[in-house]
């Protein structure tokens, strides 16, 4: 059984190393690579870089309980000026054709819309991770025309389409401010099929259980917010919650970390693999650090020994290549249909 250890320690590399230990200490399943090997895949290799993405801090007007970057309002890490051009001029040297922004909410960076302009100038596509309140914040309502106006691809987080569960995961008020986001979202035209602007939402468990099949969840999500808020959008993405920070402090609190690790290892799913976010994807934190996602961010799990680990070092044909560094966490991405920035795998 893991202890049930409270992963609050002020420093986030502590909270990291912690969180690691508990990880591997966990009952009911075989190291991650070792299942990977059972099953005939092997060690995981990076095949690409197709997406860039960019944490530009933990600063966030939220404090959600499934959060797994412990971001919130009292948070001060952010990216700074000299390392958004420090990835602008990865943008600009490469052929990486999209730019994925996340935080936190990152359009409380400073620089957030110099990055996201910037990068449209050069051709590339640019997707916002966007938890839908920002948009309609003080300070911040213009953000919807300013999407709009550069073809930004917003990927939205609303847990559910029912005001009960999307508060009790993400606070009271909520819902009602995320539905009044889309409503502003859709009148610029995102989410109209003939508009070309898209905006794709999320859907995260309420507890420890994966997510219900994704075209299914989809239809009724449209349904829904169709008939009672006149909402529409492009498509829903299912993602499995990761045992790490918030949730993981929460799986310990109530007693079922190991259930829940156990079911994610029962649910391994071999054909998930070759379409990991991992393997096309290079995650930037507000440092600047390389990490081959953003969980393994998150866990301090930095790229592996031999290739670059800062953007300030970026050498293109190393990192495509680069082994993956995994974990025990990695069990969640690889259940059931598979989970993914992109939603469901299989």
């Known amino acids: 059984?893991?202890?049930?250890?409270?992963l609050r320690q002020g420093s986030p590399l502590a909270d990291a190393r912690q969180q690691r230990a508990i990880l591997e200490g966990s009952d009911g399943q075989a190291p991650f690579a070792q299942?990977?090997?059972?099953?005939?895949?092997?060690?995981?290799?990076?095949?690409?870089?197709?997406?860039?993405?960019?944490?530009?801090?933990?600063?966030?007007?939220?404090?959600?309980?499934?959060?797994?970057?412990?971001?919130?309002?009292?948070?001060?890490?952010?990216?700074?000026?000299?390392?958004?051009?420090?990835?602008?001029d990865v943008l600009a040297r490469t052929a990486i054709?999209?730019?994925?922004?996340?935080?936190?909410?990152?359009?409380?960076?400073?620089?957030?819309?110099?990055?996201?302009?910037a990068t449209r100038r050069l051709g590339r596509s640019v997707i916002d991770r966007c938890n839908l309140t920002i948009l309609v914040a003080p300070g911040y309502d213009h953000l919807p025309a300013f999407l709009a106006a550069h073809g930004v691809r917003v990927i939205a987080s609303l847990p559910c389409y029912l005001e009960r569960n999307t508060d009790a995961q993400r606070g009271e008020g909520v819902f009602e401010r995320s539905i009044e986001a889309l409503r502003r979202l859709n009148s610029v035209r995102?989410?109209?099929?003939?508009?070309?602007?898209?905006?794709d939402l999320v859907f995260n468990p309420q507890g420890p259980s994966l997510p219900p099949p994704q075209a299914e969840l989809e239809q009724a999500y449209r349904r829904e917010l169709l008939s009672r808020f006149g909402i529409v959008f492009n498509r829903?993405?299912?993602?499995?919650?990761?045992?790490?920070?918030?949730?993981l402090d929460d799986l310990l609190r109530a007693g079922r970390f190991d259930e829940y690790m156990s079911k994610?290892?029962?649910?391994?799913?071999?054909?998930?693999?070759?379409?990991?976010?991992?393997?096309?994807?290079?995650?930037?934190d507000w440092r600047g650090n390389l990490y081959d996602c953003d969980f393994n961010q998150m866990l301090d799990l930095r790229t592996s020994e031999g290739v670059p680990q800062h953007i300030s070092e970026f050498l293109e044909s190393p990192l495509a290549q680069r082994p993956i560094v995994t974990g025990q966490h990695c069990y969640a991405c690889t259940a059931g249909a598979g989970s993914s920035c992109q939603g469901a795998i299989s």
């Open 35 to 88: 299942t990977l090997a059972e099953h005939g895949v092997g060690s995981l290799r990076a095949n690409g870089i197709q997406v860039l993405q960019v944490n530009l801090g933990k600063v966030c007007n939220q404090t959600c309980r499934h959060c797994h970057v412990d971001a919130g309002p009292d948070r001060r890490e952010v990216m700074s000026f000299e390392t958004v051009e420090a990835c602008l």
């Open 1 to 6: 059984m893991a202890d049930l250890t409270l």
């Open 97 to 117: 054709p999209t730019l994925d922004i996340t935080g936190g909410a990152p359009e409380m960076n400073l620089h957030f819309e110099h990055l996201v302009a």
């Open 264 to 284: 994610l290892a029962a649910a391994f799913n071999p054909a998930t693999c070759a379409g990991l976010m991992c393997r096309t994807t290079l995650s930037v």
């Open 190 to 199: 995102y989410g109209d099929p003939a508009g070309g602007l898209v905006v």
């Open 236 to 247: 829903l993405y299912t993602i499995t919650n990761m045992p790490i920070s918030r949730f």
